[in-house]
């Protein structure tokens, strides 16, 4: 409908807006939205509060097609209000993964950009999280994947970070993050020598994109274009997992081990230390080229739980 | 949060046939705009929410000043105010026409 982009292999994911990325994700025109900002679903809540409403609540819903498949797809605004979830942000999601159910899509995917529950309609915003992570686990036991593309510049944080980790598969991008509290939560909770939010190289060391993906937080490394996202959406709803109980207990070792061996390290660069990196000090500054290739080389990041 | 609303008349329809178009975003210093054909050819209104009240007048010019530019009749504009600055929303306000007219 607008915020077309022209060439996606060379915009960047992390400035485009939601829709913007929708287009360059989805098969050219394809994109159908559903409640499109017309129709004007704004939240009920915010005017008690004298903040502005969007059109779309931050959260644009609908379906298209990625290289011919059907696909649903949801977007969230990162500028809006952090992206955070709100009642109508939250339920115009559930809506879409409840309408997965009925139409069996080949996949479902979630544009994450977002700090969490928005703070203004709390309860609604929990409750939603709640429901969404209910939803995901209905519709990737009905056999339909879930795929989260992070990389916006709010990441998925909060509520958005726990609904990351029920998807069936993600994707993230340098400046992708993922987390539930936030690096300014944990320094106000416990304090900057805990944690300094302000270190922006400690922050990516522990929640950024190469972090998470070293540690199979996340499967696919994109770079960040529109483009990069796109491929890398195709790659992982080939290579989605089942759903089933040999599924979640395989996550469920993988977790304990993970605890056992890096639960006493104090830092990101411990850890890919552990994992094998000869030179772990360089892997922020490295290519997507060079970090495909430590991650070839350690060859251990890639699991099919979750 | 201050409402107003705008209405003009204007010499001719806006060019093209799309039904709707939205840009910008709800966000500091930004906005967004939701055009829809859904006036008679030669009317024009652009209803605002905006959390800074007090600068009706400057609205009025930058609205007059753009509908006298782009001439969008047979459009509704509404607009969700983050406090964008006046250039700023006659920016959006000829992007959101071009919209409308490819």
Known sequence: MSDRITDPATTSWYEASARARLDGLLDPGSFREFIGPEQRRMSPHLPLFDLPRAFDDGMIVGAGRLDGQAVLVAAQEGRFMGGAFGEVHGAKLVGLLRAALDQKPAALLILFDTGGVRLQEANAGETAIAEVMRAITQVRAAGVPVIGLIGGRAGAYGGGGLIAGTCSRLAVSEGGRISVSGPEVIETNKGAEEFDSRDRALVWRTMGGKHRRLTGGADAFADDTVAAFRTAALRLIDTAPAFDLATLEAEQARLEERIARFGDCRDGTEIWARLGANDPAAIPAMTTAEFDALLAQIGETTHDAR | ?102
Not at chain 2, 59 to 74: C, H, I, K, L, Y
Not at chain 2, 93 to 101: K, P, V, Y
Request: charged fraction near 25%.
């Open chain 2, 1 to 102: 949060m201050e409402k107003l609303t705008f209405r003009h008349a204007t010499k001719k329809p806006l060019a093209g046939a799309k039904a709707q178009a939205i840009t910008g975003v709800v966000a500091s210093g930004n906005l967004e705009v939701l055009l829809e054909r859904a006036l008679p050819p030669d009317a024009c209104t652009v209803e605002i929410e905006t959390p800074i009240n007090g600068y009706g007048d400057v609205w009025e010019a930058v609205v007059a000043d753009f509908v006298a530019r782009a001439q969008p009749g047979g459009i509704r504009i509404t607009i969700n105010d983050g406090g964008a600055r006046p250039d700023t929303v006659s920016l959006r306000l000829l992007q959101g026409a071009r919209l409308m007219e490819v």
